[in-house]
């Protein structure tokens, strides 16, 4: 998924979107779609990593997981505690 870099024309704000071919991001602190794109570039893999152990982490928390067998929910539960 590829993730942008904005700069807001309207207060300045800089900030970093995901953006999808059809969804156009506006600045999250004045609401404005009048944005400079930066820099383009692929999510690091590290902070996708970083991202889907949250998701999991909510879903443990929710009791999501019954879908994964014992050992996966294990092995799920083990990488919570590295973090
Ligand atoms: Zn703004």
């Known amino acids: 998924m590829p993730i942008y870099d904005y700069n807001c ?12 071919a059809s969804n156009s ?8 779609a009048d944005l400079q794109k930066c820099v383009s570039s692929i999510a690091p893999a590290g902070k996708i990593e970083a ?8 879903a443990a928390a929710q009791g999501h997981f019954d879908h994964y067998s014992p050992s996966d929910k294990a092995k799920l539960l083990q990488g919570k505690k590295n973090i």
């Open 51 to 58: 991202i889907r152990m949250a998701h999991r982490r909510v």
């Open 25 to 32: 991001p506006a600045c999250p602190h004045c609401g404005s």
């Open 9 to 20: 024309k309207s207060c300045g704000h800089a900030f970093e979107a995901l953006v999808r």
